[in-house]
C-alpha cells in the first residue's frame, strides 16, 4: 500500500494558476500510475488527469485538457497537478490516487490521499 499526501490548495482567482503536489511512500512509486481526481460541493467524484509509471502516457478530462498537466518525478516519489486558466467550475477538493491504469482510468484506484482543497473565485 501507498501513503498519498496531496498539498498546494488554496484560494485563487478565475484566470489564475495553482500546482499540487502529491508525495507518496511506503512503497515503490516508480512502477505505478498516479492520477488526480476532484469532487465538488454536491458532486460525485470525477477524474481529472492520469499518468503512466514512467511518465511517459498521460490522459486528461476534457474539461481540463488544454489547461491542465500532470506530470511526475519519480526520483523525489511526487505527482504534480500544474493548473492554469482556472475557472470557478474547477472549484473542488481535488485528490490523489494509485493504481493500475485501466482501474484508475475506471474510477477504482488503489490508494487515495486526503484531499485538498482548491477554490477558484470569480
Known amino acids: 500500500q501507498v501513503q498519498l499526501v496531496e498539498s498546494g490548495g488554496g484560494l485563487v482567482q478565475a484566470g489564475g494558476s495553482l500546482r499540487l503536489s502529491c508525495a507518496a511512500s511506503?512503497?515503490?512509486?516508480?512502477?505505478?500510475?498516479a492520477a488526480w481526481f476532484r469532487q465538488a460541493p454536491g458532486k460525485r467524484r470525477e477524474f481529472v488527469a492520469v499518468?503512466?509509471?514512467?511518465?511517459?502516457?498521460?490522459y486528461y478530462a476534457d474539461s481540463v485538457k488544454g489547461r491542465f498537466t500532470i506530470s511526475r518525478d519519480n526520483v523525489k516519489n511526487t505527482v504534480y497537478l500544474q493548473m492554469n486558466t482556472l475557472k470557478p467550475e474547477d472549484t473542488a477538493v481535488y485528490y490523489c490516487?494509485?493504481?493500475?491504469?485501466?482501474?484508475?482510468?475506471?474510477?477504482?484506484?488503489?490508494?487515495w490521499g486526503q484531499g485538498t482543497q482548491v477554490t477558484v473565485s470569480s
Open positions: 490516487a494509485t493504481g493500475v491504469w485501466v482501474r484508475v482510468v475506471a474510477g477504482s484506484p488503489t490508494s
Open positions: 499518468i503512466n509509471a514512467s511518465g511517459g502516457r498521460t
Open positions: 511506503g512503497r515503490t512509486f516508480e512502477d505505478i500510475t
